[in-house]
């Protein structure tokens, strides 16, 4: 086991394919971002306790497919970027 002090921002490449960023807590509570791919399972020991399963095979979490966006809403979006490109465009002549 390794044991790290680590400050915030700082983060820990595990292998090729998993990103962990320490973002900050105190002293009962540490925050964490977690980037893996979707074919590795991660869950909290506290999940796993509550639904009483144990780490291991069988007991992957699923992954389903994120809802595409509307077309409308995919416009929406773009016009809000521009927006705000041209915002940012002026303020810098300004």
Do not use: C, Q
């Not at 929406?76 to 970027?81: Q, R, Y």
């Amino acid at each position: 086991m390794l044991k790290l002090t680590v400050k915030a921002g700082e983060y820990l490449l595990v292998g090729e394919n998993i990103k962990l960023v320490f973002t900050g807590g105190s002293a009962n509570s540490l925050h964490v971002l977690v980037d893996a791919p979707k074919s590795m399972n991660v869950v909290r020991s506290s999940a796993l306790e509550k639904y009483g399963m144990a780490a291991g095979p069988g007991n992957e979490v699923k992954h389903h497919k994120e809802r595409e966006l509307s077309p409308e809403a995919k416009e929406k979006i773009k016009a809000i970027l521009m927006e705000e490109r041209k915002k940012a465009k002026r303020a810098a002549r300004a």
